[in-house]
């Protein structure tokens, strides 16, 4: 698949404080790709770099396959980007500011604008000026100067900052229909776990600078190895399944089965031996609590971006 | 393309209310000296000087001659407070804003950038000129009478002439002509601090302390036989118009070091701010 962004061992250093330090990823088309990290690790210098606004010491940036540096126009061309804070001309109207702003990327028709006007539904709100919009509005605005030069890889900066539950429910719903119904790319950088879990296909983690982790989520949510278990007496239970060596550990209302065990033998086995199941799945791993395990790591996954630990001593850890 | 994104400068130059602080300012000082001229011992003064030199009275206390002096003033104090905040703002406020980041997510150079902006400056510059000088004219002649033109400058420039009605208007045209280059220098000083990473305010405070160190240094006793290397020299040419006989070599010779001083502010600014960081 074809790769829209590639950073290849990029490092940057403000004075003696270094903010961003070898990193290198690729985003291929048709993703919704996350960059998650803690306050100041070096995300917003990463999407600065990307888009040519903040120069990198080392290594390279390129977008559509032009280096963002030297080819900055072509680089440029098809990308759209929204930042936390919506930044307009607030003493002009919404349809100024995006006359005023799609007029550095290509001549723009009014009925373009008037079309994107209508995608983000700000239709009869564009010619009241910008010092009277919502923040919902900003945002909606926003996403229609970005979307204007018909991009095909958005660039989403902390989308979410500053919204209330309904307006990041919007936002959310927003993603999933630029990437349906238009089918761009996406490059997410946010600090709502649970919004990337349910948008994004791929992610890097930050840290101070560092990459630590770059893998896809699915991985991520298959890691876990654990089940939960709701049965009549999960004491009898567990006692029945570790004596057969069904399980190798559990907690609470969790088993762990080894790994040479087909799952549905558990089920199978309780049932033979009269005890009730209610409940059994494998329980999904959470970005959340990956992320929070990776913040407490600090150490770097192998090449394909794969953990060297396991499922089991991984919940362990936790 | 490039006179689109030249329009919208402007656009959102003269979309904002600030913008019009210095235009406000101009209207207000013209008046109040207009009110001062009107009420004071000035008029006597200007009789005397007129009549001691053998000149009908009636003829140059004219408007023409009240706008002239009017725009000294305006021109020393006024004019450089005012072209250096527009100066100042115009790629730092941007920058403080946040929407020079969303300028910058686009497909266009920054050469491109702060050369669109640069001109929207030395076209407010230019539009500020006009205005002064049209506005002038205008109150002054609501004051007094239309009339041949009346020009005294002593120092440093000792300049002393009387103009029927057509030569003076024509002179005043010119003078502008000139005058405008001095605010686009302005402008620019002003623009150049701001392509650096400094706040609006510090890009004026520094460009208005250029100038005034200018003036400082120019008006030094040991300083004299060196002054044609300070800007404020360079500025006084548009007074030279009025010289008998014109001083062409003077006012041409300023105007090349002042078209030069201007390109090479930007060219320092525009390299500035092509190596910066453009963060939140």
């Not at chain 1, 990307?50 to 390279?60: C, F, I, K, N």
């Not at chain 2, 393309?1 to 913008?19: A, C, D, S, Y």
Request: charged share 20%.
């Amino acid at each position: 698949m074809e790769t829209l962004i590639e950073l290849k061992n990029v490092s940057k250093k403000f004075g003696d404080n270094v903010a961003v330090q070898h990193v290198s990823f690729t985003v291929r088309r048709g993703e919704i790709f996350g960059l998650l990290g803690h306050n100041g690790a070096g995300k917003s210098t990463i999407i600065g770099m990307m888009l040519g606004q903040v120069w990198a010491d080392s290594g390279e940036i390129r977008l559509f396959n032009y280096n963002i540096y030297s080819q900055r126009e072509n680089a440029l061309k098809k990308v759209g980007a929204i930042f936390e804070t919506p930044a307009f001309y607030d003493y002009l109207s919404g349809w100024k500011n995006l006359e005023i702003l799609s007029c550095y990327s290509a001549p723009t028709p009014p009925d373009r604008i008037k079309q994107v006007i209508d995608w983000v539904g700000l239709t009869g709100r564009e010619h009241s000026k910008v010092k009277t919009y919502s923040h919902g509005m900003r945002t909606r605005l926003a996403l229609a100067q970005a979307l204007l030069p018909g991009p095909e890889l958005l660039i989403l900066d902390e989308p979410g900052e500053g919204l209330d539950p309904e307006g990041i429910a919007e936002m959310r719903h927003t993603i999933f229909r630029l990437h349906r119904e238009l089918g761009l790319t996406i490059f997410l950088s946010s600090h709502l776990l649970n919004e990337v879990e349910q948008l994004c296909s791929r992610i890097v983690v930050i840290k101070n600078g560092s990459l630590i982790y770059d893998g896809e989520l699915s991985e991520i949510k298959s890691r876990n190895r654990w089940y939960r278990l709701k049965v009549s007496n999960f004491q009898e239970a567990v006692g029945l399944l570790k004596g057969k060596g069904l399980i190798s550990s559990f907690k609470d209302s969790e088993i762990l089965p080894p790994e040479n065990v087909n799952p549905p033998a558990i089920v199978q086995c309780l049932v033979e031996n009269k005890i009730e199941v209610y409940e059994f799945y494998k329980i999904e791993e959470s970005l959340e609590s990956f992320y929070l395990y990776l913040m407490k790591k600090d150490t770097l996954t192998s090449g394909s971006g794969k953990l060297d630990s396991s499922g089991d001593s991984y919940q362990n850890t936790l | 393309m490039f006179k689109i994104q030249l329009r919208n400068e402007l656009l959102k130059l003269f979309g904002k209310k600030r913008t019009y602080i210095g235009f406000g300012a101009f209207l207000l000082a013209q008046n109040a000296m207009l009110f001062a001229f009107h009420f004071s011992h000035w008029r006597e003064r200007l009789e005397r000087i007129l009549s001691g030199n053998g000149y009908p009275v009636s003829e140059f206390i004219s408007a023409l001659t009240v706008a002239l002096i009017m725009l000294i003033p305006q021109i020393l104090l006024l004019m450089p407070l005012y072209a250096c905040l527009v100066g100042g703002d115009l790629l730092a406020k941007e920058y403080e804003d946040g929407t020079l980041r969303m300028i910058l997510s686009r497909p266009i150079s920054r050469f491109r950038l702060v050369l669109v902006k640069w001109l929207a400056g030395i076209l407010f510059s230019i539009i500020l000129v006009i205005f002064l000088g049209i506005m002038a004219l205008f109150f002054a002649r609501l004051w007094f009478p239309w009339g041949g033109l009346f020009v005294m400058v002593p120092e440093p420039e000792h300049i002393f002439g009387v103009f029927p009605l057509s030569t003076g208007l024509m002179l005043y045209f010119f003078s502008h002509i000139f005058l405008a280059i001095n605010a686009a220098t302005m402008t620019t000083i002003a623009f150049m601090f701001g392509c650096f990473n400094v706040k609006p305010a510090a890009a004026t405070i520094l460009a208005l302390s250029f100038l005034l160190l200018n003036l400082v240094f120019e008006n030094l006793p040991f300083m004299q036989e060196y002054k044609e290397y300070f800007l404020i020299h360079h500025f006084r040419a548009w007074i030279c118009v009025y010289g008998q006989p014109v001083d062409w070599a003077r006012i041409i010779g300023s105007v090349f070091i002042l078209v030069g001083f201007n390109l090479t502010a930007f060219i320092i600014g525009a390299i500035g701010f092509q190596f910066r960081d453009i963060k939140s």
